[in-house]
């Protein structure tokens, strides 16, 4: 009988986190090898994290995708398609091995480990399971969509009372009908006029930095990829050196926001243009020192989940919340392990964002958004005077003594705000 401890020998002590994390330390010919010894050990070492990182490590240059993604990490390592100008990385050649059949069946069946004659002695247990979320569809998991309104235009006054002052999300339909990016940034449309556009990846390459793709290179990544953590286009100065810009506007409903008082290179990040594939998006997060935002969604569909600000979501780790990373887990993993175990009263609040509404999320609400298809959005983050005392109390708390004096001075040489200043504390230490 053949298990998961004859087949792992010594190495089956080992829990699966940590297998692969000694697994990460070889190089290709090395994973090669190894994947030749056992059945396990061959699906193991073709984990596509494995062969994602070596593409990350050897095939990212000057901060650029030096590579174009096709079927998988491991083909894309083999053959990038691009020149090459990374010494280190090894052209390695394709693997045939007795256990083909087996990794073949597992992805042809979307099972890991439904096993085909001869294997079908194998004992296998499901909690040895390598990055399988494809049987995870999103759009038919139980939603609870009865706490969101969906309503036509507003004028800001309305708006303002019935959203922003009770502190309220909302999604807003009619608001971006003039806009020319509702055409011109549909995928077939931007592959046409700007395939070679550079844009910024939440990925990271093996020294930390993030990285850029360009557009026709991260579309053929999007066609091929069907797994774990895809990665996700979270750029934030592509609007501010393209004209990219010009083709939406700000809707009046959001335009007061003081940190536009504040000089661009001064102000906190505030606008980014999303482009993900099926199953990316954001995991669990409260935005920039408790500013609102509104997402515009271009193309695809968001499935967003809310929590209330005094609401700490399931999952969330309390201790890294006012981090750099995000506290909670990725989103499909939080979706396929913590979400079936909520009782109703403990689930989100959840909504579908269609092409053409823009979702408000108020302040210091806690959100995790799913994409739902290839998905195209532009969000901007937004202060007005209604939010201002609570982004004031989050930026007194957590934000750095440089941006909050910067925030000062430009209130008080506001004649509109200048009264507000008073309240951003600047001779203070810094608490994370």
């Not at 000694?22 to 396990?40: I, Q």
Request: proline fraction near 7%; glycine fraction near 4%.
């Amino acid at each position: 009988m053949h298990t998961r401890v004859t087949s792992l020998g010594i190495l089956s002590r080992l829990k699966d986190k940590t297998l692969f994390k000694l697994l990460s330390f070889l190089d290709a010919p090395d994973l090669l090898a190894l994947s030749s010894v056992s059945w396990a050990l061959f699906v193991a070492c073709n984990a596509e994290e494995l062969w994602r990182a070596l593409v990350l490590l050897y095939l990212v240059e000057d901060k650029i995708a030096r590579f174009s993604f096709h079927i998988s990490w491991k083909e894309t390592y083999r053959s990038p398609t691009v020149p090459r100008s990374c010494q280190g990385a090894r052209i390695i050649p394709a693997l045939v091995s007795p256990f083909s059949s087996l990794i073949n069946c597992w992805s042809r069946k979307n099972k890991a480990w439904l096993l085909p004659p001869p294997y079908a002695c194998y004992e296998v247990k499901p909690s040895f399971l390598f990055y399988n979320v494809k049987g995870l569809n999103l759009a038919q998991l139980p939603m609870n969509l009865s706490g969101i309104e969906r309503c036509g235009p507003l004028s800001r006054s309305e708006f303002v009372e019935r959203f922003e002052k009770p502190n309220c999300p909302v999604i807003i339909t009619g608001l971006m009908n003039s806009w020319r990016a509702m055409e011109r940034w549909r995928l077939s449309s931007l592959l046409s006029s700007s395939p070679n556009l550079l844009l910024k990846t939440n990925g990271r390459s093996t020294n930390g930095k993030r990285f850029r793709m360009k557009l026709c290179d991260f579309v053929s990544y999007c066609e091929g990829w069907n797994g774990e953590k895809p990665l996700y286009i979270f750029d934030k100065k592509i609007l501010g050196n393209t004209n990219l810009v010009d083709d939406y506007c700000v809707p009046e409903i959001f335009s007061e926001d003081l940190f536009d008082l504040m000089e661009d290179d001064d102000r906190p990040d505030y606008k980014w243009l999303l482009f993900g594939p099926n199953g990316s998006g954001s995991p669990f997060h409260t935005d920039p020192h408790d500013s609102s935002a509104w997402n515009a969604v271009i193309e695809g569909c968001k499935r967003v989940s809310f929590y209330p600000p005094w609401v700490i979501p399931p999952g969330v780790d309390e201790e890294e919340i006012h981090s750099e990373y995000y506290a909670s887990e990725d989103t499909m993993e939080w979706y396929r392990s913590i979400y079936p175990t909520l009782s109703p009263e403990k689930q989100p609040i959840e909504c579908l964002v269609q092409p053409g509404e823009i979702l408000f999320i108020p302040s210091g609400w806690w959100h995790q958004v799913q994409n739902i298809g290839h998905t195209i959005a532009v969000t901007q983050n937004f202060c007005s005077r209604i939010t201002f005392p609570r982004v004031a109390r989050h930026m007194n708390a957590h934000a750095g003594k440089t941006v909050r004096k910067d925030f000062k001075i430009a209130l008080s040489e506001s004649e509109n705000y200048q009264h507000l200043a008073a309240e951003i504390v600047v001779n203070r230490k810094h608490n994370r």
